[in-house]
């Protein structure tokens, strides 16, 4: 069946990312554990990045769980989208809540049968959980293992990521010209306000455009 | 507790309240033009904001230094459309050759 198939190489594809998570997590002085804790709890890429993101330039874990928290609202979005499609209850909503993400809900509506639609969602979301935490764990022993992150590069590689992430939500003029003003708004504030204070703050930018229209 | 540990779990329970909450409330709640207006520029603003603090800013200070390299090749790499290992990995291996240039 062709949503088997697709479920599963998205999950991988995707998974393998962890990769990057991992390292990073440990570049940016997250414990092994802490690490492979963030993608077994957490589960939640961009979520995750901001995480250590945050914590790693210097910012206080408020600044931090705010941040990755505010990414996160779009899952409850995904969930209200997945609730009448899965029609579950008790235990099993609570496993279909920890693996709603962008990748198991966008197989799911992308499908046209229901059967297909649920088979898509828990095989996207089992997917992606098992091999995203296998590619941390690996990413952050790889990491652990070599000593100075900037002679590798690792500290070039959270930028890279995050750019990965929004390059391709930047599909018009005007989210990109609301993303020139989050690097202006968030880099004029740096000098000013403890770390992890001008990324969240830039949320103030959504509000305040998607408010008004 | 570190601010490590206390990032972990936070950020960890509220994910899940958030995941939770989207599959119990009344889609009403939720489904209102202007939430997910508001919900949908969040992650771009943010993200943003993330690349820029976390390619120029040391601390409280802002410092151009070798991952100035990498953002390049990643930027390069997105605009012909390279998949996200390689922007990652490039960024990784300009962003070394930069470092050891420097020192």
Not at chain 1, 24 to 42: I, M, N, R
Not at chain 1, 125 to 141: E, S
Request: charged share 10%; hydrophobic share 55%.
């Amino acid at each position: 069946m062709s949503v088997k198939r697709d479920s599963f190489s998205l999950s991988f594809a995707v998974g393998a990312y962890g990769t990057a998570f991992g390292a990073a997590s440990v570049t940016a002085h997250f414990s092994l554990l802490q690490s492979c804790l963030l993608s077994l709890l957490t589960f939640s890429g961009a979520s995750q990045f901001a995480v250590i993101g945050v914590v790693g330039a210097g910012g206080s874990a408020i600044s931090a769980i705010a941040t990755a928290s505010l990414l996160g609202t779009r899952n409850a979005l995904y969930g209200v989208r997945m609730a009448p499609i899965l029609k579950v209850r008790g235990f099993r909503r609570v496993v279909a809540a920890q693996v709603t993400i962008d990748e198991s809900t966008a197989i799911s509506t992308a499908q046209k049968e229901p059967r297909d639609q649920i088979t898509g969602f828990w095989h996207t979301g089992f997917g992606v959980f098992i091999f995203w935490n296998i590619f941390t764990l690996l990413g952050a022993l790889g990491a652990k293992t070599i000593g100075n992150p900037s002679a590798w590069g690792l500290d070039a590689a959270v930028p890279a990521a995050f750019i990965g992430l929004v390059w391709p939500r930047l599909i018009d003029t005007r989210t990109r010209l609301i993303a020139a003003a989050a690097v202006a708004l968030s880099l004029a504030l740096v000098p000013f306000t403890p770390a992890g204070v001008p990324i969240i703050t830039t949320a103030l930018l959504a509000i305040i455009v998607g408010w008004r229209a | 507790m570190s601010i490590q540990w206390i990032a972990v779990i936070g950020t960890s329970v509220l994910a899940f309240a958030l995941k939770y909450v989207g599959h119990s409330v009344p889609p009403k709640w939720l489904a209102h033009p202007r939430i997910t207006r508001i919900n949908a520029l969040i992650p771009i603003v943010l993200l943003t904001a993330l690349v820029a603090i976390n390619s120029v800013t040391v601390k409280t200070k802002i410092v151009i230094d070798h991952r100035m390299a990498g953002l390049a090749v990643a930027i390069t790499a997105l605009y012909f459309k390279l998949p996200f290992p390689v922007i990652v990995l490039g960024a990784a291996v300009g962003s070394a050759i930069a470092y050891h240039f420097g020192h």
